[in-house]
């Protein structure tokens, strides 16, 4: 990460919330990073001070993730997340921006930027689509369900088992990883600091049918949202994802984005960030540096 230390700062969001946002730098056009689902804003300092010369470059703990607040009414659907970036920058009076999205996070710069097409200086969807590999949301489901509530006796027990589950990921990002994401508990354990309503802790199981016809409404939108952005668009996708394939991947750049292009980072799965850490920010300074 070098010398470079972000700013901590809190801003009022959507319903009330209050987010938690590491604010890099303060000049230039404002880059928003949105982590995903399970991370939070520490994803990114690997990346962040590369970028944050040229940008005003800040990264959100979404809603329920990292040191943002629990929604008390599990409002955790991607429409919220948006709501959160609108109120968020309105808060700090961003009117154009750059927004970089990781899977859950890139989700809510689609639907973001497909809803304010005209303030969207540059986008970057990292390893998401309309539609996922049913591989990837398989694994993925299956992790979760090892342990909805797990609990570690130390920063590098998680980290040791982040390892099963990132089985590319680079040591000292699975490490950051562990450390930002543990709270302490009162008994000397540790635990997630994830609202455990997001690992489906004391919520009822969705019906299959109404999973999938959500889901399939989801991907209409998600594909929508991305025909109606003009701005410059880079898809990142893992060589190795599980989540974003090579088919859906071409179509959003060659079939339905205005100004879209494709980076394929080598020796990476789904996290592209903590896989390979330098080829990501590679591509992405390519892209936002050019």
Known sequence: MGSMEPHSRRIRAAHGLELHLLEWSTEGVPMLLLHGFGNEAHLWDDFAPKVAPHYRVLALDQ?????SDHDPESRYDVHSMVEDVEALTRALDIDRL???GFS????VAT???????????GLVIVDIGPEVDPRGTTRIRGEIEEDRSPRFASIEEYAAQLSLHYPAGQRDALLRMARYGLKPCNDGMFELKIDPALRGV???????TQA??????????????LARIPCPTLVIRG???????????DRMVDEVLQNGQLAIVPQAAHSVATDNPAEFTQAVCDFVLA
């Not at 809603?63 to 040191?67: L, Q």
């Not at 639907?111 to 200086?121: K, S």
């Not at 004391?202 to 299959?208: F, K, L």
């Open 63 to 67: 809603r329920g993730h990292g040191d």
């Open 98 to 100: 750059v927004i970089i």
């Open 104 to 107: 859950m996070g890139g989700r």
């Open 111 to 121: 639907l973001f930027a497909g809803r304010h097409p005209e303030r969207m200086a």
């Open 202 to 208: 004391g919520v009822t199981a969705d019906d299959p």
């Open 212 to 225: 999938a016809e959500h889901e399939q409404a989801q991907s209409r939108e998600m594909w929508d949202a």
């Open 239 to 249: 060589a190795a994802s599980d989540i974003l394939s090579p088919e859906v991947a």
